[in-house]
C-alpha cells in the first residue's frame, strides 16, 4: 500500500513517508502485508528523529526491520511516537499526535502513531516499543490490540532501537486484530499458533479496588465473565503499585541514553521530558540499586502468581482516552495524575518482562490485559486468537 508525501495525516501520526515503500521480499510468509515503523527504529536511508527537537544518537540498522523486510512486509514509513517515548499520551515536538476517530483526545503513547496507522488502515501493522505500556496503552485507547512479548525474546529484537530504559524496554507489533500480530509471530519465529481451549485455564483477575473508572471496571468483569462462559476459571489476585521500582529505573538509564543533550544549555526537549530527564540523572547510584531490589522482591510475588494461575487479566488503562492537555484523570479512588493512573497499571509486565496482550473490549476504546508467564508467549497469542475468535 504506497503512501505517498501527500498522504493526508490530520493526527500527525507520520514522521517520514517516503515515496515509495521499501519492498519485503517476493514470496515471503508475510508478502502482501505493509507495516509502520515506530521512529526509534534505524532504517538507512530514513531519518531518525524520536519525536524530538533534541539530537539522538546514531543506533544503526534494526534488526528487527530488516528481518520483516526479509520475510515478505513492506515498509510504509516511520510514525511519530511520544517525545523519546517517555510518556503516554503522545507529545511531542512536532505538533503531537492525536486520536484516530476524536481530534481532542489523546491517542496514547508513547506508540502512538503506531497505533493510528494501523486504527485508520494506514498500515496492516506497526512497529512499536513498550517500556512501561507504551504499546498497550496506545492500542487500547485506539481500539486495536497489541503485543509485548517476553524481555529478550531472541525474535523481537531491539538491536537497532534507540532505548529509552534497557531493563524495561520490548520492542513488539500492534495490528487492528490479533490474527496479524500473530501471523508475523509465525512468521518470525517459524512455529504455529493455534487457538488454544480456554476450558480449564486458571485466570487471576487484577482489578484494584478504585484504580479504574466504572466504565472500565465494567468491561474489564465482563471480560472475565465471557472467559468464564468459555470454561475458564477466575479469581480475584493482588499486585502491589511497582512505580517505586519503575521510574527510578527507566529515569536513571533514560538519562543516560541522552546524557550527551543534556550537556546542552538549550537540548531541544520539551519541558516535561527534559525534567524527567534531569530528575533521573540527578538519582544517586544507591536510589537505583533501591529500586532494582524492589524489582527483585516484585519478581518474587508475580512468579508466585504464576505457580497458582496460567494467566492474569487486568485492565490495560484506567479509563477511556483523556482529553488533550488532561494532566489528572477521576477513577474510582479520587483524581489522580494521568501518568501514575495509567502506568500503574502496565508498568510492571515491562519491568519484569512478561509477554502481554492488550486486545480491545465491547466497551469503545477500553482495552485489557492477557499476562503470560515469561516465555509462554505463544500461548498466550493462542488464548487470544481463541478469544478473537469467539471460541
Known sequence: MPISPEFPDPQRAWAYRPSQPLAGAAGGPLSGLTFSVKDLYGVPGWPLTASTR????????????????????????????????????????????????????????????????????????????????????????????????????????????????????????????????????????????APQDWTGVRVGLWLPDGWTDGAVRDATLAFAAGLERRGATVTPVHLPEMLDAYSPIVLSEAARVHAQALRLADPGFQPFTLSALRQGAALGAGEVQAAFDRREDYA???????????????????????????????VGEGTLPLRRAVLRLTAPFSLLGTPTVSLPTTTPFVGVQLVGQHGDDDRLLGLGLAWEAGA
Open 54 to 193: 533534541a539530537p539522538v544518537s546514531d543506533v544503526g540498522e534494526s534488526v528487527l526491520v530488516r528481518r520483516l523486510l526479509g520475510l515478505g512486509a513492506s515498509a510504509v514509513g516511520k510514525t511519530h511516537l511520544h517525545e523519546i517515548a517517555l510518556g503516554i499520551t503522545g507529545m511531542n515536538g512536532y505538533g503531537s499526535t492525536t486520536h484516530p476517530h476524536d481530534p481532542d483526545r489523546v491517542p496514547g503513547g508513547s506508540s502512538s502513531g503506531a497505533a493510528v496507522s494501523v486504527a485508520l488502515g494506514q498500515a496492516d501493522f506497526a512497529l512499536g516499543t513498550d517500556t512501561g505500556g507504551s504499546i498497550r496503552v496506545p492500542a487500547a485507547w485506539c481500539g486495536v490490540a497489541g503485543y509485548k512479548p517476553s524481555k529478550g525474546h531472541p525474535d523481537w529484537s531491539t538491536q537497532g532501537v534507540l532505548p529509552l530504559s534497557w531493563t524495561c524496554d520490548h520492542a513488539g507489533p500492534l495490528a487492528r486484530d490479533l490474527g496479524t500480530v500473530v501471523r508475523v509471530q509465525e512468521a518470525l519465529t517459524g512455529r504455529p499458533i
Open 300 to 330: 518474587w510475588l508475580l512468579n508466585g502468581l504464576f505457580t497458582a494461575f496460567d494467566v492474569l487479566l487486568a485492565p490495560a488503562v484506567p479509563t477511556p482516552p483523556p482529553l488533550i492537555g488532561q494532566d489528572d484523570v477521576e
